[in-house]
């Protein structure tokens, strides 16, 4: 069983490898969306800044007086930035949405994600996903009441006790346990999904149910398969971070961005792994379930003709 | 999170080898006097007017203190007095005090109360007694009153009015007992968990200034002001309490109803302020300076040690620049007091010889939050503790002189652009948080105004802070920043155990200077003008024929004459003169001194070069600058810090899209 986990686990890696273009025109677009909503922030900072000395402030080092000093100013290029961002976070939510259809297609069909099929399977689910998103906000009420609880028992805790790890490390296991059951609950809909693609299964949450029972029957299985993956981006994350802030100097832009970007990548392709693996560990159950008996009608009654009683 | 974990472990393993620890009760040992505290007691520093004698019991499971006091006031005033106005601070924590009534107008330091005002944070204080030596049982005579706003509910001010008057030169001694409900900490003081931290408990006499009484309420933005004298105060506390205060401590002695008393004895202040908890660690460290040595008393709460060493470090290197820059510190002690989670509002305050600090369990070593809070508030000792300006009505004097040489001494002590926040990939220095304050809220106020008076909390702090800083700052480009620092030393000297004025601290710049400095004190004190100095417009055309002579002297394209236009405008209503650089492109310069007095100012040369870089303020000397960014011009554009917000932004931008992602 551990053997064939590792196997899925390495799989999913090499299915999103093998079908990368799917992470690099997501990348694309998750990019354009990230230069459209700071256009307007752009312009207005090349404008303040470009022939400015004090602008070296934030070319040798990293000022951060200058960063408010220019939220402060009445023309700040920071402060137009909040919306447009949201905005095009809120169209790339939309976008994956559509898009998930596609890249579960390709994975658990395992065919060559053409143009005309990703958008052919895209549309095709598009509506299924987003009742299962409405779905996922109601599971995800009770997990955020789980926030909401341990946030008022933390407080509780910060009053009982002079010292402040009791309330830290309560808030640090807390943390973790709300980040495990998101993670499960992931695991859970991303299997929706699967069933979703593999079996044109139309019913949502009849699709849910199914889910839900291979989460149970296989959960470590299933569990441990993400957490890996999950592990693995934010090692690698934190990595990219530390190397940012602390390896770069203040000046190499370039280096800058390809770090970001090469942050971003490991974010998403890692997001596709475990879909690409839940994927695969579905096609393998299929294809490894005992097959049920075939149905065969019962035999019919056989009725023993009864002599008529004699009339009176 | 780990990183900073790593941080706090790393701070406290060097700390262990530092200073020694200690987690037994308070020390016994009687105070040893010092070579310093030898020269006061054989002359007093300051002119003695009140003498406090107060014993005092804490019952720390109910936050209260039963005392009782002994007020001997020595009449200096040069004429008879017959009314007394007191303090009663703690009453300020009631609902309908003033202070309530203006924090929820408009805000206070800190988190500052509830503003459902639960009750846990009601504070008092009651006088149970006042009887006058000679005349008896006075307390009916006892007399709210509320010169600042006519609020009857307000408590914190009676006055008494004797019998007779007491002749000049004489003294009248007050009996009182009183007793304190302490607060859950709000405003400096009060109890959090097994904290209690007591500070501005005891009735306390206002001030003879300005032949007048001088005793304000209690507001939401002010601060304290008082008369000079001694402090015996006994202290009886649980034996497990761990005490410090802002005195020396004289004997200690175990009672047999498992209490202790300690007894403090302070002079040539005028405040004393005390705390107490069982879980405080106790770190002692010492310094010498001019006046011999300085015993450093640092009681640290739960999670909090990986401070320590950032605390003493700190207090070790002001107190040697204070008394290498401004003059001597001429007390044997310093108390620090670091409050503990969750009472977070007693830190960050300055009493005599004692100061209370603030840190987190996971501080980063980057912020240097712990260094700045022990800078500043040690630096009260100067500019509140001796130099006893009044808070009140005068709040820039010690808390803006304080922001100065809290910018001078952080930038000294920890690197000019590092001095708040330090990392490879973020900086941040002490003046650009004073001006990150100011620059919020420039000009609803002046400097000189009452603390009480100014249009919301956000504004006082900014202008009394940070402009003040920024004021001073500025200031030494007009007079140097040696001839400031001389003048602050001369004001120091000059005013210590005193209550000088505002006008006193900028004439005795002007002296100092040799300058007259009306011109910017009127616009920088006493004005909200805001300074902004923009270089609007600077290029370089080829000359045509129609440009006259100048033109004539070009004989081929390699003589071309360049005119060159360069358009300053004052944009602010503050008027400071300005310099101006100019570079060309064949490396030669100019240099323009605008006084300032127009709009606008415009320069043109004919040279064989046109322009590369116009600067104003090229040094970065004018700190009142609202707009630095505006000060320059390059001809080359450099994209480099627009292209590095961006990548910050793109970034931040994508990933909140991923996160938001992963619920499809």
């Not at chain 2, 006058?132 to 006892?142: F, N, R």
């Not at chain 2, 700190?623 to 080359?636: A, Q, W, Y």
């Amino acid at each position: 069983m551990a053997a064939a986990n590792r196997a899925t686990f390495f799989s999913g890696a090499g299915l999103v490898w093998q079908w990368q273009r799917l992470v690099w025109w997501i990348f694309m677009v998750c990019l354009i969306f990230g230069f459209f909503s700071t256009h307007g922030m752009t312009e207005r900072a090349n404008l303040l800044l470009d022939h400015s000395v004090a602008a070296q402030r934030l070319v040798n080092g990293f000022d951060f007086s200058a960063i408010i000093m220019l939220q402060q100013l009445r023309d700040s290029p920071l402060e137009i930035h909040g919306p447009p961002i949201f905005h095009f976070s809120a169209l790339f939510v939309a976008f994956m949405l559509f898009a998930t259809g596609g890249i579960l297609a390709a994975y658990v069909l395992d065919e060559k994600p053409t143009t005309t099929a990703f958008f052919e399977a895209a549309g095709h689910h598009f509506w299924r996903f987003f009742r299962l998103t409405i779905y996922l906000a109601i599971v995800l009420l009770p997990i955020a009441g789980l926030a909401a609880l341990t946030s008022s028992m933390h407080t509780r805790i910060e009053e009982q006790s002079i010292s402040p790890y009791p309330g830290d490390h309560f808030v640090e296991a807390a943390a973790v346990v709300i980040l495990l059951l998101l993670i499960i609950v992931r695991v859970w809909f991303d299997m929706a999904q699967v069933i979703a693609v593999a079996d044109d299964e139309k019913k949502m949450h009849r699709a849910l149910r199914r889910a839900f029972g291979l989460l149970r029957r296989n959960f470590f299985s299933l569990f441990w398969l993400y957490l890996r993956v999950s592990i693995i981006t934010w090692v690698l994350f934190a990595f990219g971070l530390y190397i940012w802030m602390f390896r770069l100097g203040p000046q190499p832009n370039v280096a800058a961005f390809l770090v970001s970007q090469l942050m971003i990548l490991i974010w998403l392709g890692t997001r596709l792994w475990q879909r690409a693996s839940e994927a695969i560990w579905y096609r393998n159950y299929q294809a490894n379930r005992v097959p049920e008996p075939a149905w065969t009608p019962p035999p019919a009654p056989m009725y023993m003709p009864v002599a008529a009683e004699p009339q009176a | 999170m780990r990183l900073t974990k790593v941080f706090v472990l790393a701070a406290s393993v060097a700390i262990c080898s530092g200073p020694v620890f200690s987690q037994a009760p308070a020390p016994t040992q009687e105070a040893k006097p010092t070579a310093a505290s030898a020269d006061t007691a054989a002359k007093p520093l300051s002119t003695r007017i009140v003498a406090y004698q107060i014993e005092a019991k804490l019952d720390p499971s109910k936050h209260t203190i039963a005392a009782n006091e002994t007020l001997t006031y020595k009449n200096l005033t040069g004429q008879p007095q017959q009314t007394f106005p007191f303090h009663l601070y703690l009453n300020a924590f009631q609902p309908q005090s003033t202070f309530m009534t203006e924090v929820r107008l408009a805000g206070t330091r800190g988190n500052g109360p509830d503003s459902e005002w639960d009750p846990k944070h009601f504070g008092s204080i009651t006088v149970d007694k006042l009887e006058v030596e000679g005349a008896g049982d006075l307390t009916s005579k006892m007399e709210f009153i509320h010169p600042d706003d006519n609020n009857t509910e307000d408590r914190t001010v009676f006055q008494l009015t004797l019998p007779k008057p007491i002749v000049p030169g004489a003294s009248v001694e007050f009996h009182i007992a009183f007793h304190d409900v302490l607060p859950k900490v709000v405003e400096r003081t009060g109890y959090a968990h097994d904290f209690d931290m007591v500070g501005q408990w005891f009735p306390k006499v206002g001030v003879w200034w300005k032949n007048a009484w001088n005793c304000h309420q209690f507001h939401a933005t002010t601060e304290f002001f008082a008369d000079f004298g001694t402090f015996d105060v006994k202290i009886t506390v649980p034996q497990n309490e761990i005490v410090g205060a802002g005195g020396d401590l004289v004997s200690s002695a175990n009672n047999s109803d498992g209490t202790k008393t300690l007894a403090y004895h302070s002079e040539d202040v005028h405040d004393f302020s005390w705390t107490a908890s069982p879980s405080f660690t106790v770190v002692e460290d010492s310094w010498t300076g001019s006046q011999g040595p300085v015993k450093i008393h640092l009681l640290m709460s739960p999670g909090h040690m990986g401070s320590a060493q950032r605390y003493i470090d700190a207090e070790k290197g002001t107190l040697r620049l204070f008394d290498q820059w401004y003059g001597p510190y001429p007390y044997d002690r310093i108390t620090m007091v670091d409050p503990p989670h969750g009472g977070t509002d007693a830190g960050g305050m300055e009493y005599p010889t004692l100061i209370t600090l603030g840190t987190s369990a996971h501080m980063p070593q980057g912020v240097l939050a712990p260094e700045i809070v022990t800078e500043h508030e040690f630096g009260h000792q100067y500019w509140y503790g001796m130099v006893a300006t009044n808070e009140f009505e005068e709040a820039w004097l010690d808390e803006g002189i304080n922001s100065y040489t809290e910018v001078k001494v952080m930038d000294e002590l920890y690197g000019k652009n590092t001095s708040a926040v330090n990392y490879p990939f973020v900086q941040m220095s002490e003046t650009g948080l004073q001006q990150s304050g100011y620059f919020s809220d420039p000009d609803k106020d002046p400097v000189a105004s009452f603390a009480w008076k100014f249009i919301n909390s956000d504004s006082y702090a900014d202008i009394t802070y940070g402009k003040t800083a920024l004021v001073l700052l500025t200031l030494e480009k007009v007079i140097g920043e040696d001839t400031l620092r001389q003048a602050l030393h001369t004001y120091f000297m000059r005013y210590r155990f005193t209550h000088p004025t505002g006008e006193d601290f900028l004439k005795t710049i002007e002296e100092v200077s040799g300058k007259d400095l009306r011109w910017y004190f009127h616009q920088a004190i006493y004005g909200t003008q805001v300074l902004d100095y923009s270089l609007a417009d600077a290029h370089s055309d080829p000359l045509k024929w129609w440009d006259g002579p100048a033109h004539a002297t070009q004989k081929n394209d390699k003589d071309e004459v360049y005119r060159t236009y360069i358009t300053v405008v004052r944009k602010g209503d503050f008027i400071f003169p300005v310099d101006v650089d100019i570079q060309f492109d064949d490396g030669s310069t100019a240099v323009e001194h605008w006084d300032g007095q127009d709009r606008w100012v415009r320069y043109r040369y004919d040279r064989k070069a046109k322009i590369q870089s116009a600067q104003i303020d090229a040094h970065n000397q004018i700190f009142l600058d609202r707009d630095p960014f505006n000060n320059s011009f390059t001809e080359e554009p450099d994209p480099r810090a627009a292209h590095k917000l961006r990548t910050i932004w793109v970034f931040a931008s994508e990933w909140l899209s991923q996160l938001l992602a992963w619920l499809t």
